[in-house]
């Protein structure tokens, strides 16, 4: 019943390395969104997608990459792992510009 | 530059002691203004939407006001069940969706 999944809840790897995180809802919504939260709790958006249309915050890194396989899905590929990227991810599910809805996250340290 | 401003930071109220959240925002174009609940180790729960100044929204104990240039969540009557962070956010009428604000932490103490 779970309406936006994500997988794994923790994720612990060594810098360098290469990662994703998988992102599912199943509330119809037709935009798909990833969030970083950091250590000061501060969310701020990394991607929006929909319909194929992709919005990508200019602060975030091209080793960050959103891939959506279908609309229901969209997944977070990280590449070359920092130090830096440690922090929870949220995905996040809404229709067009109503209230997201939100994954329970993804802890990702990085050592 | 949109930015999303709340206040206080944090705040302990006794049980049943009622007081208001802001939300304060400057931003290029106000699509809506959304709040947000977040229990420690989850993810934001929906709680709001408001699109214009003078709307109003209900839940239960809580009620989210619009204005210009800012948003309140009065809380009356508070239970401690109503501990959490509450967030703030609004979606922007260009670039990137939406900006949220710090978060306010609150404690409602038996």
């Known amino acids: 019943d779970t309406a936006v999944s994500q997988t794994p809840k923790y994720l612990v790897t060594q810098m360098g390395n290469d990662k994703s995180i998988k992102c599912e809802q199943n509330?119809?919504?037709?935009?798909m969104y990833w969030y970083k939260q950091d250590s000061k709790k501060f969310l701020k958006i990394m991607f929006s997608?929909?319909?194929?249309?992709?919005?990508i915050n200019e602060t975030v890194p091209n080793r960050f990459s959103p891939k959506s396989p279908d609309k229901a899905h969209l997944n977070l590929h990280i590449n070359s792992l920092e130090l830096g990227d440690s922090a929870v991810y949220f995905c996040?599910?809404?229709?067009?510009?109503?209230?997201?809805?939100f994954g329970p996250g993804t802890r990702l340290t990085v050592l | 530059e949109d930015q999303v401003t709340q206040s206080p930071e944090a705040l302990r109220l006794q049980e049943g002691e009622s007081s208001s959240l802001n939300c304060s925002y400057t931003?290029?174009?106000?699509?809506?203004l959304f709040w947000y609940r977040q229990d420690p180790g989850k993810g934001p729960e929906f709680l709001f939407t408001?699109?214009?100044a003078g709307e109003e929204k209900e839940k239960e104990r809580l009620k989210a006001t619009l204005t210009k240039k800012e948003s309140f969540l009065h809380i009356t009557a508070p239970k401690p069940e109503d501990s959490a962070t509450y967030l703030c956010?609004?979606?922007?009428?260009?670039?990137?969706?939406?900006?949220f604000g710090p978060g306010t932490r609150l404690s409602v103490l038996p």
């Open positions: 997608y929909n319909n194929k249309e992709l919005i």
């Open positions: 996040a599910s809404s229709h067009a510009e109503y209230g997201q809805f």
């Open positions: 931003v290029s174009g106000l699509r809506g």
């Open positions: 956010a609004v979606a922007v009428a260009y670039g990137q969706n939406f900006v």
């Open positions: 509330l119809g919504h037709d935009t």
């Open positions: 408001l699109y214009s």
